[in-house]
């Protein structure tokens, strides 16, 4: 027992953040799961403001500032200290997500290994915000009769407008502008062994095709 008293004392920081990630985890996952309710759906609840909530919440923390704020207090550093490191964290966290909302709709089945059905399951995903917020009144018509339906007809019409949207070139500059933006960022930090480890992370996610 004083052994197990003694660890959770020593170990009260990672506690702490896992409990913290933890949270922050399970509520991505309940907003997502609301915003998908079957007979709560409307497309006007959708925008990028929502879309990053999720994501942020959902995958970055857990995916990417987890394994890396662990590291750090391994090392004996104050997580107090690397408040930039984080956001250079969730941020790159979101791009992969962004990623994967792209791959969904756009990505060979054979490659990724799934079929996406983001279109189907009435997800807010980044394609269907920035559709929302590039259409015209007679386009996201299309968008509020087609969208979260099964019917391949109607997924086939929504993808019918994110290509007269041209949302492949759109999310391309998106990936182009958050690489410069990120790798800015992290040279920007005082440590290079951090700017290493964060490099690392990004050059395997950057432009990737599964």
């Known amino acids: ?22 949270f922050k985890t399970a509520s991505g996952q309940m907003l997502d799961l ?65 990623q994967d909302d792209y791959l969904d709709c756009y990505g060979d089945p054979e490659f990724i290994g799934k079929i996406g059905t983001d279109i189907e399951d009435y997800k807010c995903s980044w394609l269907v915000v920035q559709a929302l917020e590039r259409a015209d009144e007679s386009q996201k018509s299309i968008l509020f009769e087609n969208y979260g339906k099964k019917d391949p007809a109607c997924v086939a019409k929504v993808k019918d407008l994110y290509k007269e949207l041209n949302l492949e070139a759109v999310f ?18 005082p440590s290079v062994a951090v700017q290493k480890v964060l490099k690392s992370f990004l050059h395997k996610i950057y432009m990737r095709q599964k």
Not at 7 to 16: A, F, K, M, P
Not at 64 to 86: D, K, M, Q, T
Not at 172 to 189: F, N, P, V
Request: charged letters at 20%; aromatic letters at 14%; one cysteine or more.
């Open 172 to 189: 391309h500059e998106y990936e182009s502008e958050s690489y410069k933006k990120l790798i800015a960022d992290i040279e920007a930090q």
């Open 1 to 22: 027992m004083c052994s197990l008293n003694l660890w959770i004392i020593t170990g009260g920081d990672y506690l702490v953040m896992f409990f913290q990630v933890e």
């Open 34 to 98: 609301i915003t998908t309710h079957e007979g709560e759906k409307d497309l006007t609840k959708y925008n990028i403001g929502v879309h990053r909530r999720i994501v942020q919440f959902k995958t970055a923390y857990y995916s990417f500032y987890l394994p890396v704020a662990c590291a750090l207090l391994l090392s004996g550093e104050s997580l107090e200290n690397y408040s930039a490191v984080e956001n250079i964290l969730v941020e790159m966290g979101t791009y992969f997500q962004v």
